[in-house]
């Protein structure tokens, strides 16, 4: 009896503690209106390519990309201490490194792929009884994408709208009442883009993937 007695005393303390550090917790995160700056790296995955010229495919092969940046901002609003949800601008870049297929390697000197992004965003702040507080999220709206290739045999200057969604998930730290700084990871792919151009002294429709990891790092401010 007197056994059980000390492990339900203990068990009250140790709920009682969790619940005061949870409310702790709670009471750094501000509700209300917050604006987000963000930049990190982007690395652009291997990208299936397909020209077609007259509906006849006259180029197959795949781009590689050297590692890229992103840049950003948000502005969103908090609820409940746990909900957000935000309207989301960024862009990213990555420089060519290779493009290969057909038998055949193409110069792409000089040569960029970039993808303008603007998303609907939801978050939940996962409920955390320490100062570091993860999260999942995740959106979607739409890629503008664009291409800047001039090379001995390829000629894109254009750029295509698409679908495009992410899926995110970090950790962030109140560092005073209305200041949060964030790290994440995302994982941001699209439907593939179609831009105008010249292989080979052809005019086509180039296709290609869109698919990207990135490591992002954000100040936030909440009002």
């Known amino acids: 009896m007197r056994n059980a007695l000390w492990v339900g005393l203990g068990v009250s303390l140790a709920l009682g503690l969790g619940l005061a550090a949870s409310a702790a917790a709670e009471e750094e995160l501000n509700d209300g209106l917050y604006l987000e700056l963000q930049g990190g790296g982007s690395f652009f995955q291997d990208s299936d390519l397909r020209v077609s010229s007259g509906g006849v495919t006259v180029f197959d092969g795949k781009a590689r990309f050297d590692p890229g940046w992103t840049a950003g901002g948000a502005i969103g609003v908090r609820l409940f201490h746990l909900l957000r949800l935000e309207a989301h601008g960024s ?7 290779q ?6 390697t193409i110069d792409v000197n000089d040569a960029f792929a970039g993808a303008g992004i603007f998303l609907g ?93 990135e490591l992002v790092g954000a100040l936030r401010v909440v009002f």
Do not use: C
């Open 121 to 213: 965003n939801v978050y939940l702040d996962i409920p955390f009884p320490f100062p570091i507080h993860p999260y999942v999220g995740g959106g979607a709206g739409v890629g503008i994408f664009s291409a800047d290739v001039n090379g001995s045999s390829v000629n894109v200057d254009s750029n295509d709208a698409t679908f495009a969604w992410n899926l995110m998930g970090g950790v962030f730290v109140p560092v005073w009442r209305h200041l949060e700084l964030d790290l994440r990871y995302r994982y941001l792919t699209a439907d593939d883009p179609k831009v105008d151009g010249s292989l080979f002294g052809l005019d086509g429709k180039i296709e290609a993937q869109f698919e990207t990891h």
């Open 99 to 104: 493009v290969k297929g057909s038998g055949a």
């Open 91 to 97: 862009w990213h870049m990555a420089d060519f490194d």
